[in-house]
C-alpha cells in the first residue's frame, strides 16, 4: 500500500469511518492472551483467532452500511486479504455463515492444516499504521484528500446465500433468486458503487434489493479472479 499512510493522514474520515478504524486498530493491536503453559498448538491458535477476529470486525463494519465509499473499498480490501482466517481456528458452528471451501482459499504448503499465519501477520504493521492514522486526528495544516473509491463490474458463475442468525445460536441460510425467473445460479453481473451492490440475472431483471449482506456478495468473488 505505497504512500497509504500518507494518505490516511491527509484524509478527513467521517465519524463512522473513524469508528469503523478505530474498532479495527483494537483488534489489529490486541496481544495474544498470556497462558501459562502455553504449546506450540495452543500458540497457533491463539495467533489464527487474532486475525480471524481481525477478518470478523472488519466484515462486521463493511456489512452495517454505515461508512463512506473509500472506507467500504479499504474494509474489503482488508476482509480479502484476510479470507483464509474465516473459519480458522473455530469455525461458527452449524450451518453459521457464510461458509466457504477450500475452494476460496490460497493452497497451502505441503502438510500445512492451517491458513499461513506468517504471512497475515506480516500484513499487520502497515495495516496498524494506517487505521492508526485514520482512527485519530487529523494534523493541522493538511490538504484534505477523498481518495476515489473507483466501481467495478463482475460476472460471477455461482449462487448467493442470505443468513440470518434469528436467535442465539440458531442460524439461517437461504438461496438468493432471480425476482423475475427464480434463477439462482446466474452467471450474474455485478455492479458495486460502494453503495450498493446490483445483481443483473441472464434473463434481464436487475435488482439491488436482494437482501444480500456485502460480504455475502463480495467475499464469494474471490473465486471468480
Same mark, same amino acid.
Given at each position: 500500500?505505497?504512500?497509504?499512510? +500518507?494518505?490516511?493522514?491527509?484524509?478527513?474520515?467521517?465519524?463512522?469511518? $473513524?469508528?469503523?478504524? $478505530?474498532?479495527?486498530? $483494537?483488534?489489529?493491536?490486541? /496481544?495474544?492472551?498470556?497462558? +501459562?503453559?502455553?504449546?506450540?498448538?495452543?500458540?497457533?491458535?491463539? %495467533?489464527?483467532? +487474532?486475525?480471524?477476529?481481525?477478518? %470478523?470486525?472488519?466484515? #462486521? #463494519?463493511?456489512?452495517?452500511? &454505515?461508512?463512506?465509499?473509500?472506507? &467500504?473499498?479499504?474494509? $474489503?480490501?482488508?476482509? %480479502?486479504?484476510?479470507?483464509? !482466517? #474465516?473459519?480458522?481456528?473455530?469455525? /461458527?458452528?452449524?450451518?453459521?455463515?457464510? +461458509?466457504?471451501?477450500?475452494?476460496?482459499?490460497?493452497?497451502?504448503?505441503?502438510?500445512?492444516?492451517?491458513?499461513?499465519?506468517?504471512?497475515?501477520?506480516?500484513?499487520?504493521?502497515?495495516?496498524?499504521?494506517?487505521?492508526?492514522?485514520?482512527?485519530?486526528? =487529523?494534523?493541522?495544516?493538511?490538504?484534505?484528500?477523498?481518495?476515489?473509491?473507483?466501481? !467495478?463490474?463482475?460476472?460471477?458463475?455461482?449462487?448467493?446465500?442470505?443468513?440470518? %442468525?434469528? &436467535?442465539?445460536?440458531?442460524?439461517?441460510?437461504?438461496?438468493?433468486?432471480?425476482? &423475475?425467473?427464480?434463477?439462482?445460479?446466474? /452467471? !450474474?453481473?455485478?455492479? =458495486?458503487?460502494?453503495?450498493?451492490?446490483?445483481?443483473?440475472?441472464?434473463?434481464?431483471?436487475?435488482?439491488?434489493?436482494?437482501?444480500?449482506?456485502?460480504?455475502?456478495? !463480495?467475499?464469494?468473488?474471490?473465486?471468480?479472479?
Amino acid at each position: 500500500m505505497p504512500g497509504s499512510r +500518507r494518505l490516511a493522514r491527509e484524509w478527513r474520515p467521517a465519524a463512522s469511518d $473513524a469508528e469503523a478504524a $478505530a474498532a479495527v486498530l $483494537a483488534r489489529l493491536t490486541a /496481544p495474544l492472551p498470556t497462558r +501459562r503453559a502455553a504449546t506450540a498448538r495452543t500458540s497457533a491458535t491463539d %495467533r489464527d483467532r +487474532r486475525l480471524q477476529r481481525i477478518l %470478523r470486525t472488519t466484515l #462486521h #463494519h463493511l456489512d452495517a452500511g &454505515a461508512v463512506s465509499p473509500p472506507t &467500504a473499498a479499504l474494509l $474489503a480490501a482488508v476482509a %480479502r486479504a484476510l479470507l483464509p !482466517w #474465516h473459519t480458522h481456528p473455530n469455525p /461458527p458452528a452449524a450451518a453459521a455463515a457464510p +461458509r466457504y471451501g477450500t475452494s476460496h482459499k490460497p493452497p497451502l504448503p505441503d502438510g500445512m492444516a492451517l491458513p499461513p499465519t506468517e504471512a497475515g501477520e506480516a500484513l499487520l504493521p502497515e495495516l496498524i499504521d494506517l487505521f492508526t492514522a485514520l482512527a485519530g486526528p =487529523c494534523p493541522t495544516g493538511t490538504v484534505s484528500i477523498t481518495p476515489q473509491a473507483v466501481p !467495478w463490474q463482475v460476472s460471477y458463475a455461482g449462487r448467493f446465500r442470505r443468513h440470518g %442468525r434469528p &436467535a442465539p445460536g440458531v442460524w439461517t441460510a437461504e438461496t438468493f433468486g432471480c425476482p &423475475a425467473c427464480g434463477g439462482t445460479a446466474g /452467471p !450474474w453481473t455485478v455492479t =458495486c458503487d460502494w453503495r450498493l451492490i446490483t445483481l443483473g440475472c441472464p434473463c434481464g431483471a436487475v435488482t439491488h434489493e436482494h437482501g444480500l449482506a456485502f460480504s455475502e456478495v !463480495w467475499l464469494p468473488l474471490a473465486e471468480a479472479d
